[in-house]
C-alpha cells in the first residue's frame, strides 16, 4: 500500500475552497490487474464514493472494465466493499472526513492523480450499461463540450420508476479542469452524510445531454434508504434556513436548468402550508406515479416524508436559535 499523500490537502488553484481538515489517503492496485491506460477503450477516470457497499458494488464494478481507471473512495467500511472493490482492479483510496467542506467526491477530485482528463462520477448502485459507455467514448472526443447531463432510469423495490416525476438529470461526465462541485453550505458534519448530497458540478463552457440513460438501483433496503434520507434531511434543513444563496451555487431559477427549476420550486412549496401533503399529490396523481404500482406509491410517499421531516428539523432549528 502506498501512501499518496499525508499532510493537508490543498484545492486545486480553480477552486476557491478553504483548505480542508488533513485525510488519510491510501491505495492500493492489485498484481492480477491487466487494464493499463495505454489500451483503456474508454479514457476516462471513474470515481465511485462507497461505504459498506458490498452488495451493490460488483455490480457497478462489473460493467465498467473497459473504463481507463476506476478510483472507489471508501469510508472505513465494515463489510466486504474494499475486498470486492481490489478484486475488480478498482484502485481503494480511504476518507476519512473531519466535517466541513469539501466533501467525498470534490476531496477525490482535488486529490487523487487521475490519469484523464474525463472524470465520470457514479454512485455504487448506479450501473454502466454498455450503449452509454459507447455513447462516452464517443463523446468524450467532441473538443466543443466539457461536460454531459445523464438521465437516471430509477429501479426501486424491483421496478423501474417511468412517472412520479422520478426522472432527473445529473451532469456526470465532464472534464476535470471545468468542472467542480457548487458549495451550498460551509458548516456541514457528519450528520449530514460525508459525501455531497444535492449540490451539483458547475463546469465551464457547454454542456450537452447524451441520449442513453444510467441505471440507478435507488434502494438496498427501505431501512437502508431511510437511514440515508434522515441525514439528508439533516442537510437540507440548514440549507433552506439560508437567507441567501452562495456566489459559488447554482441560483434558482424557473426557466433554467431541470436543477435550477427544482430548486426555485422547492423555496416556494417549503413556505405553504400543508407542502408534503401538496407534493405527494402532485407526484402520485399530477404526475402519474400511482401507474408505477405500489413502489410507485411508495416512492411518492417517501418524499413527501422526506419534505415533511426538513421541514420539522428547520422549526426545531428555529426553536433553539429563538431560545438561546
Known amino acids: 500500500m502506498v501512501s499518496l499523500r499525508t499532510g493537508p490537502v490543498v484545492s486545486a488553484k480553480s477552486l476557491k475552497y478553504p483548505e480542508p ?27 465511485i464514493p462507497v461505504r ?11 460493467a465498467l472494465r473497459e473504463m481507463g481507471e476506476v478510483y472507489v473512495i ?3 467500511s465494515t463489510d466486504s466493499t474494499v475486498d470486492i472493490a481490489r478484486s475488480y ?8 472526513y473531519q466535517g466541513g467542506w469539501p466533501k467525498k467526491r470534490q476531496w477525490a477530485m482535488d486529490t487523487l492523480r487521475l490519469a484523464h482528463e474525463w472524470i465520470l462520477l ?14 462516452i467514448a464517443q463523446a468524450i472526443q467532441n473538443p466543443k463540450v466539457n461536460g454531459y447531463y445523464i438521465a437516471l432510469r430509477i429501479h426501486f423495490l424491483g421496478r423501474v420508476l417511468r412517472h412520479g416525476d422520478a426522472r432527473f438529470w445529473k451532469l456526470s461526465l465532464f472534464r476535470r479542469s471545468t468542472g ?51 441525514e439528508y434531511s439533516n442537510w437540507e434543513a440548514q440549507v433552506l434556513l439560508q437567507n441567501e444563496t452562495r456566489p459559488d451555487e447554482i441560483a434558482p431559477s424557473l ?17 405553504i402550508p400543508g407542502s408534503p401533503a401538496l407534493l405527494f399529490i402532485y407526484r402520485y396523481l399530477f404526475r402519474l406515479g400511482f401507474l408505477d404500482g405500489v413502489p410507485g406509491l411508495i416512492y411518492c410517499s417517501f418524499q413527501a416524508v422526506q419534505m415533511f421531516h426538513t421541514k420539522a428539523k428547520m422549526y426545531e432549528l428555529r426553536s433553539k436559535k429563538d431560545s438561546a
Open 21 to 47: 481538515r488533513m485525510q488519510k489517503l491510501e491505495e492500493k492496485r492489485p498484481s492480477h490487474e491487466v487494464a493499463a491506460d495505454s489500451t483503456a477503450k474508454v479514457a476516462v477516470s471513474v470515481i
Open 52 to 62: 459498506n457497499e458490498a452488495a451493490n458494488l460488483p455490480r457497478c464494478l462489473e
Open 74 to 76: 471508501d469510508s472505513q
Open 89 to 96: 482492479g478498482a484502485q481503494v483510496v480511504q476518507f476519512h
Open 122 to 135: 457514479l454512485d455504487a448502485d448506479e450501473v454502466l450499461t454498455s450503449e452509454l459507455a459507447r455513447e
Open 180 to 230: 467542480r462541485y457548487e458549495c451550498r453550505l460551509k458548516g456541514q458534519d457528519a450528520s449530514m452524510a460525508d459525501m455531497e448530497i444535492h449540490e451539483h458540478v458547475i463546469v465551464e463552457g457547454a454542456t450537452a445531454r447524451l441520449k442513453n440513460p444510467l441505471p440507478h438501483h435507488n434502494t438496498e433496503s427501505l431501512s437502508h434508504y431511510i437511514r440515508k434520507h434522515d
Open 255 to 271: 426557466f433554467g436548468t431541470q436543477a435550477q427549476r427544482r430548486r426555485w420550486l422547492k423555496k416556494k412549496i417549503f413556505a
